[in-house]
């Protein structure tokens, strides 16, 4: 007894010397203030409050206060002050606390503490009443019940054990409604999930809860986001702990663990985790306890809200009373995880929270990484005669047949049904047959449904099967020659016999263009190859091939046969002709004719006028046939060489991609360790799909490329479609010796680019770093461009954001929504080691990609972090660091133009406030300039577009005065208060308690005015300090200490105890957690 008196007394002296000290300031602050400073009242009450402030954190810090003091007057009329203590609570608040005189009887019981303060005549007395350390006092746990009326067994052996180790448990049905949960999780630190009590409403009430979740429910795994299907049981009694560094297994080394007195239902999660969940032990080979942290991403790619916890025991059979010490120490161990984070004082809740203490060093956060290591299928030959990328149409009684040309020529008995024909598409009405016969077997895209992909008309049939493939296959798209001479220009033949090369030698002619009239009869000798850079016009005339001889014609325009003409009309000979059309939108038109050989074109191919092919042929579009016949050579159809689609691993979080067209892998990559992926630079892409996990509002792309050419623009890594859409459409590219980046935002296009510094043949790094403090493009390590633009991928570009697929190598600046279809600019030449981050790069961490190595962990200088521990943290980014200083001690001080400002919207904040009625806001902060001509912007809670009728609260300095500017239901309330105090540090509290509106400097009430209806605030907006949010105009100048955000209005004596100058010199740190019950009594 006398220990905890002698402590008490100690207590006492400090707190008045304290609040003798607190008057003394306060009285300096304002002409208010010295007003109040002539009431000896304002003595008396300060002296009381913070005598009762002082040993309620006493009592609080204590567990054996109890056996330590005994219930009655614990201080009498000492120095001006006395201190009772009383077990119970002032029911009828009649002033009397009704007690039953034992503090140690009864360890649940509820306590009062009473405090009278004496000045100068005055007196002036407050109370106190809180739960104890011990039996419910600590952090308040929301238990999931089937009755809160009338509790299981289980239950019951589950609340009291929270109960007893110090938790304050509050009960909610399982079936409750949306607004009860809401109402009680705004109560709570934590939800505690039993095995007994899920059910769907559960999940479908906690998915997106903003508070701590600890679940030992198997069947709410996948709405906790830690997997993405329910977990599964299995019997037994021990878990093998596979990380003891986590807190919520501290004091555990690695190993087994018996968490059960004997063979129990535990939990195996069985399915995928979520890609940010640590998983922190095992039962046999599968993961037995998860945790996510707070904006980890979950299984279904979401954001988590706060954090969760699924506990390795669960099942409705599980019983609790069979879980020992251990297992019970994983249980509090995570409650106290989830529940660490949240804050209140009283019934406010701490919603955001800055203190402008610069964050720990941390490596960048990895999002993706397609290191393109990978092993694909192997090129397969397919005996496909007829291969089209998308339509086949054959009308007027076309048709498709097969031969051998190793039996002679076609026809007669050489004529068979055997021909295989495939499209790649599965889009419906592709594949149309009219009145004509496939005279085989037919083959449309993976996916594709074959009733609305194929129609036959007119009796039309498909003598053979009609299939899906098993995977959709590209040919190999045609190439110019290499090694050519130079071109000697147009080439016209205008009847006559010519001939070209010469028997038993190769010859290379390369024209600009050729055209053939007048029947000419041109013979080719020898093994010829023919580079056209433009266009063949066969008009009237035949090309002839002498007997051993060879042709190989390449084009890069349409070639176009007409009028019965013909190019290697022998359909015995098909594997002595091969025509090329290189680009991929031109075409090979027959109108009438004949042509044996393999046909490769990038184009459309028609057919017209009773045209007939012999042999085989590719089209990376269409194949036409109006009037005409195909008649595949089985003995050249092997000759076909496919690259199977295969998958390119993102090594981060399974966002895989797919490839298309021609794709080579295990290609040497940018160091001798690694390998890339060689893209044909016309067919050859990746596409990974959209995920609402790289809806990113900052962050950085890296990646390697070499360019064989550089020749006009060239896709790398984009995610775009044709116009702005949402914002946040995204372009990494090369355009001739140049690499650039373009990032948009929903009304405006930033362009970045970087000398001609590129190479061919050569690898180069490139950086793109995005969001909060600016785009920055660095290539092989040197920044290049820079650009004020502070949108990224997600909402942060002001709009929605960017959905669009990822695709590697082609640029999609003509394609429509949510889709690659229409891609352009392919790149020929090799990618590796793609990585996206959901954090800045800094030139170091770059420098150290480039040398192979892994970014260091670094702290950002342009962070300014939410530490409130409630939902997703609201961080605020600095616009321009370098005209910030971070202050040793804690703070930043602004010494010229920027804004401090959040990326994205913060919703938490004003859907909390607008749900509770109610708001506190606090600034520690100390000003620097006053009259510098204009308003300054402490800090606002506005639109992304600024507009002047969505702000939901704009503290302003008007040169020395405040301006306080608040919304409500209809309309907004603006103050304007008393002087400032310039150069000297001041906490500055508004307080919105539904009714009436208040202003508190230092502690100090400077106005109470109504508020005009309770507040309601827009979602869409975001938090700035130093400036007008989103304008950057009206700067501040000076110091920011605090700035925390609540969901209720914070009284008189809270407000003194933890945010006055004295308070904020005890620390930088949010209030300790503490529930309390302030009563005034004159």
Not at 549 to 577: E, M, Q, W, Y
Not at 891 to 906: A, D, K, L
Request: charged content about 15%; aromatic content about 6%.
């Amino acid at each position: 007894m006398r220990r905890g008196v002698a402590l008490l007394l100690v207590l006492v002296l400090l707190a008045v010397g304290s609040s003798m000290a607190l008057s003394f300031i306060a009285a300096q602050s304002t002409t208010l203030a010295i007003s109040q400073n002539l009431q000896r009242k304002a003595q008396a009450r300060a002296n009381a409050e913070l005598l009762l402030f002082a040993v309620s954190r006493y009592l609080e810090a204590q567990t054996d206060w109890r056996t330590a003091l005994t219930e009655g007057d614990l201080i009498t009329s000492h120095n001006g002050v006395s201190l009772t203590l009383a077990d119970g609570l002032d029911t009828d608040d009649d002033g009397t606390v009704e007690s039953d005189g034992d503090l140690n009887d009864d360890l649940a019981d509820p306590v009062t503490l009473t405090a009278t303060a004496f000045f100068d005549g005055v007196e002036h007395t407050v109370s106190r009443a809180f739960w104890p350390a011990v039996g419910g006092g600590g952090p308040a746990i929301l238990m999931i019940v089937g009755d809160d009326s009338s509790l299981t067994a289980q239950e019951s052996l589950r609340h009291n054990f929270l109960y007893n180790h110090g938790y304050n448990v509050l009960l909610l049905n399982a079936s409750a409604s949306t607004t009860d949960y809401n109402n009680a999780i705004s109560e709570a630190e934590a939800v505690y999930v039993p095995a007994t009590a899920h059910t769907p409403s559960v999940g479908n009430r906690l998915d997106d809860c903003l508070i701590g979740i600890v679940s030992e429910a198997s069947g709410y795994t996948d709405n906790l986001g830690l997997a993405s299907s329910d977990s599964v049981t299995s019997s037994g009694t021990t878990i093998t702990i596979t990380d003891a560094s986590h807190p919520i297994l501290g004091g555990y080394s690695t190993g087994p663990l018996q968490i059960t007195g004997s063979s129990a239902s535990l939990v195996r999660h069985a399915s995928t985790s979520g890609s940010d969940a640590a998983s922190l032990a095992s039962l046999g080979a599968q993961t037995a306890l998860l945790a996510l942290e707070t904006a980890g991403i979950r299984a279904d790619s979401s954001v988590s809200p706060a954090r969760r916890v699924a506990l390795p025991w669960g099942a409705a059979s599980f019983d609790f009373a069979e879980l020992n010490a251990d297992g019970r120490t994983i249980l509090t161990q995570s409650i106290d995880w989830v529940a660490s984070g949240a804050s209140r004082i009283g019934n406010a809740r701490l919603l955001a929270f800055y203190n402008f203490i610069q964050g720990d060093p941390i490596p960048p956060q990895l999002l993706a990484h397609w290191s393109m290591d990978d092993t694909p299928p192997a090129t397969t030959e397919v005996g496909f005669g007829v291969l089209a990328r998308d339509s086949i149409k054959l009308w007027n009684g076309s048709s498709v047949d097969s031969y051998q040309s190793t039996l002679g020529s076609y026809g007669g008995s050489n004529i068979g049904a055997q021909a295989n024909l495939a499209t790649n598409t599965t889009e419906n009405n592709k594949v149309e047959v009219s009145g004509g016969t496939i005279n085989g077997n037919l083959s449309i895209g993976l996916g594709g449904t074959i009733n609305n992909v194929v129609k036959l008309y007119n009796g039309a049939a498909v003598t053979g099967t009609t299939e899906i493939l098993l995977s959709n296959n590209e040919v190999a798209p045609p190439a110019d020659h290499a090694g050519m001479p130079g071109h000697t220009g147009n080439r016209t033949d205008n009847g006559g016999n010519v001939s070209l090369g010469t028997d038993g030698h190769a010859t290379d002619y390369h024209f600009n263009q050729w055209v053939i009239n007048n029947g000419t009869q041109v013979t080719i000798h020898g093994d010829v190859r023919i580079q056209l850079n433009n266009k063949l016009d066969l008009n009237d005339g035949d090309i002839i091939l002498a007997p051993d001889a060879t042709l190989h014609l390449a084009a890069r325009h349409n070639i176009t046969v007409n009028n019965g003409s013909s190019i290697n009309a022998d359909s015995a000979r098909t594997g002595a002709f091969v025509l090329d059309i290189t680009t991929s939108n031109r075409s090979l038109t027959l109108n009438g004719g004949v042509v044996a050989g393999t046909l490769r074109v990038g184009g459309d191919i028609t057919l017209n006028n009773n045209a007939a092919v012999y042999g085989k042929l590719s089209t990376n579009d269409d194949l036409i046939v109006n009037n005409g016949s195909i008649h595949i050579d089985l003995d050249r159809v092997s000759d076909i060489v496919t690259y199977p689609p295969f998958d390119v691993a993102d090594e981060r979080a399974s966002r895989d991609g797919r490839t298309s067209g021609v794709v080579l892998a295990e290609q040497p990559g940018f160091d001798t360790d690694s390998t890339s992926l060689a893209l044909d630079g016309s067919t050859g892409v990746v596409e990974v799909p959209h995920d609402n996990a790289f809806m990113i509002d900052r962050g950085a792309i890296s990646l390697w490329f070499r360019a064989e050419n550089l020749s006009g623009k060239q896709g790398l890594l984009t995610k775009d479609s044709k116009d702005r859409d949402n914002g946040g459409h995204l372009s990494i590219y090369t355009d001739g010796s140049r690499v650039k980046a373009t990032i948009e935002s929903r009304n405006s296009t930033y362009n970045l680019q970087s000398g001609n510094n590129l190479s061919p043949s050569t690898w180069h790094h490139v950086t793109f770093v995005f969001g909060s403090g600016g785009a920055q493009l660095y290539l092989d390590g040197n920044l290049v461009d820079t650009d004020l633009h502070n949108g990224g991928i997600g909402s942060s570009s002001g709009g929605t954001g960017n959905e669009e697929p990822w695709l590697i190598g082609a640029m999609q600046e003509l394609t429509g929504n949510r889709t690659t279809s229409g891609w352009n600019h392919p790149f020929e030449g090799r990618i590796d080691d793609i990585r996206v981050y959901r954090t800045r790069l800094s030139p170091t961490q770059i420098a150290d990609i480039l040398s192979g190595n892994e970014p260091a962990a670094e702290a950002d200088p342009t962070l300014v972090e939410d530490r409130s521990g409630y939902g997703i943290p609201a961080h605020l980014y600095i616009k321009d660091p370098d005209r910030v200083s971070w202050l040793p001690d804690g703070g930043v001080e602004i010494h010229n133009n920027t804004s401090i400002e959040s990326p994205s919207m913060i919703s938490k904040v004003s859907q909390a406030v607008t749900a509770a009625g109610q708001f506190s806001l606090v600034i520690d902060y100390e000003p620097g300039v006053l009259n510098q001509g204009s308003d300054q912007d402490i800090l606002s809670y506005q639109s992304f577009a600024g507009a002047s009728n969505q702000e939901n609260i704009e503290i302003e300095q008007r040169r020395d005065r405040y301006n306080v500017k608040t919304k409500r239901a209809s309309g907004y309330r603006q103050v304007l208060t008393s002087s400032i105090v310039n150069g000297a540090r001041q906490v500055l509290v508004v307080t919105h308690d539904g009714t009436n509106l208040k202003f508190y400097v230092d502690g100090t009430l400077e106005f109470t005015t109504s508020a005009g209806g309770a507040p309601v605030w827009y979602d869409q907006g975001g938090i700035g300090l130093g400036a007008e949010a989103y304008k950057y105009n009206e700067p501040f100048r000076g110091k920011l200490f605090r700035v925390a955000f609540y969901d209720g209005a914070l009284s008189e004596q809270e407000i003194i105890g933890n945010y006055t100058t004295q308070t904020s010199e005890a620390g930088l740190g949010p209030p300790r957690p503490a529930r309390w019950d302030w009563n005034e009594r004159n």
